[in-house]
């Protein structure tokens, strides 16, 4: 049986959901281990259990929390040598991004980003990549040992496994001169009234919400529909809207019963991350827009004028 | 402060896509300098601006052509520029590419690496922390802001509720936004400069770099699931509304 080693990112002793959701995959491929890192990790290594990994490794060292990609770098490269896994998984989030880009480089292995699926083959790994604008899946068959891939959120249920499991204190040694890059402080922005990754109706504006003074027009249409609001990569580059509202590739992925995206072009970049939403809604100038291939309903017009009608459509339909 | 700018030139955003019949993506499409760089390149030149002194060198890898994305850059204002061009690196991936850029800064010695945090045509962000390693050099990185006071580097890194405050000693690797700085337009003049700016050609043999053994491969391209397109129609005033509200209906969401 191959061994396969899950990075599970923690907060607070709660194991990332994407992290539950990778190691429910990893239990199919192989003996499935996980490592946590940080405090509060050991109280996420039992809820790790049940999701199948037979042991996660643990270490609370302040360092893993205080400073950034380095110390997990070490405690990763002293494990790797230790349980010598055949596959590595990461979850395609910003941090976990950062680690395994610089662990890959200091093992000198190449590695799989932005996957959607891996499989064993022939005693090594592949895995299924977005190509081409979304139209086309590309299967990359990963050369070296370990392998390193890292999957997208959202593409695998999680759910619980049976079977024993153990916790192993990873006795890793962070050097001092991975202290480095050190987090001084945490700042709390405006935070989010629906969470978007668990919203049943998700309500997205692009560059055609013409500038971030028409933004607040979807906050009613949200309320009134009891919905998320998020955006494209384009307008949180542009800074109208915070980068905790992006959907897409480098963003959130969703998957809600109903997406409606107002003024957005389609990006593979953006429809990567809301392609699994039941029903898309696409509202837009451009009756070629790539978001009206995908999109059950595409409205060719302008969101600054159907956003506020539909608004109080809505509130009618609700009241009556 | 000595400050080096990787950038990359990357398909035109407004061009389409298509594909060879091997499935490969057609090359000869129009390239831009990345519109990411772009913002790299413009917190660079205003950091240096800040201090008063210093030089804002350019690193790309890729053919020749992408001496015209270059040339954008040095027109905004950069110093002077490196193209890593070879035959031996072409398709390079992630780790390939990062070990080329890394030889190439090591000559360099630069006290800020800045990139931008992915590229606009790869979007996975790899190269960056690979980079950091192999120079042996902390990640300051997803900065929407960027200070440097003496030696100190400090970022305010984008996160899923608000920002972190990281900071480090130079030298150091940072990875931007697009938000961090609104890309200024190449005046005339720095048009004009840029002309007898230097590009200079480095091959992976000055660099010490060999292709080696590829880390991947591509086995196979299928058509991905693809959701079909549903109605599209013409709103007139009151029919889109209507149109949606019969969605959102028969979705049982209203």
């Known amino acids: 049986m191959p061994k396969i080693l899950v990075y599970a990112e923690q907060s607070g002793g709660k194991p990332a959901a994407i992290a539950l959701e990778i190691l429910t995959k990893a239990r199919d491929l192989g003996d499935a281990e996980a490592v946590t890192l940080g405090a509060g990790a050991e109280s996420a290594a039992a809820v790790l259990g049940k999701h199948g990994a037979r042991t996660v490794y643990v270490n609370e060292d302040g360092a893993f929390d205080e400073y950034v990609a380095e110390p997990q770098t070490d405690a990763l490269e002293a494990l790797v040598q230790k349980a010598a896994p055949d596959l590595l998984l990461f979850g395609f989030t910003p941090d976990s991004r950062e680690v395994a880009g610089r662990l890959a480089a200091r093992l000198d292995v190449g590695l799989i980003s932005n996957a959607q699926d891996v499989q064993a083959v022939g005693g090594g790994f592949s895995a299924k990549v977005p190509y081409f604008g979304g139209a086309r899946v590309a299967t990359m068959q990963a050369l070296n040992s370990p392998a390193v891939v890292l999957l997208r959120p959202k593409s695998f249920e999680a759910s619980e496994a049976g079977g024993e499991s153990r916790i192993e204190k990873l006795e890793a040694a962070v050097g001092e001169g991975s202290k480095r890059a050190r987090i001084a402080d945490r700042v709390q922005e405006a935070g989010e009234k629906v969470k978007l990754e668990e919203a049943r109706i998700v309500i997205s504006g692009g560059r055609g919400m013409g500038g971030p003074e028409n933004f607040p027009l979807l906050e009613p249409l949200a309320a009134a529909l009891g919905a998320a609001v998020g955006a494209s990569r384009a307008v949180v580059d542009a800074g109208w809207v915070p980068y905790a509202m992006q959907v897409g590739q480098t963003g959130k992925t969703v998957a809600p019963s109903v997406y409606i995206a107002c003024g957005i072009s389609g990006a593979m970049q953006h429809t990567v991350g809301m392609k699994s939403a039941k029903v898309i809604i696409a509202i837009n100038k451009d009756a070629e827009a790539p978001i009206m291939k995908i999109a059950d309903l595409g409205v060719v017009g302008d969101a600054l004028k159907i956003v506020p009608k539909l608004t109080e459509a809505v509130k009618a339909k609700k009241a009556g | ?254």
């Open chain 2, 1 to 254: 402060m000595k400050i080096l700018v990787t950038v990359k030139q990357v398909p035109d955003p407004n061009s389409q896509q298509s594909l060879e019949s091997d499935n490969t993506i057609v090359r000869d499409r129009e390239v831009v300098l990345d519109p990411g760089d772009e913002s790299g390149i413009e917190s660079a030149l205003q950091l240096k601006e800040k201090q008063g002194e210093g030089e804002v060198v350019l690193l790309s890898m890729g053919p020749e052509r992408a001496r015209d994305a270059i040339r954008k850059g040095l027109s905004m204002g950069a110093d002077r520029a490196i193209l890593v061009s070879d035959e031996a690196l072409a398709g390079a991936d992630a780790l390939l590419t990062a070990k080329a850029l890394a030889a190439a800064i090591k000559q360099e010695s630069p006290d800020l690496v800045i990139c931008a945090t992915e590229s606009y045509d790869g979007s996975t962000g790899m190269v960056p922390p690979m980079l950091a390693e192999l120079l042996g050099v902390p990640q300051l990185t997803f900065a929407k802001h960027l200070d440097v006071d003496g030696g100190k580097v400090t970022v305010h890194r984008q996160t899923e509720d608000g920002h972190q405050v990281v900071e480090a000693q130079a030298p150091v690797l940072v990875t931007v936004t697009a938000g961090i700085a609104e890309p200024r337009y190449a005046s005339l003049k720095g048009i004009m400069a840029a002309r007898s700016k230097e590009i200079k050609l480095v091959s992976a043999g000055d660099l010490g770099i060999q292709k080696g053994n590829p880390s991947e491969e591509l086995k196979e391209v299928a058509q991905a699931e693809a959701r079909k397109a549903g109605e599209v129609v013409e709103d007139d005033g009151t029919s889109g509304v209507e149109k949606i509200v019969a969605v959102l209906q028969t979705a049982k969401v209203i």
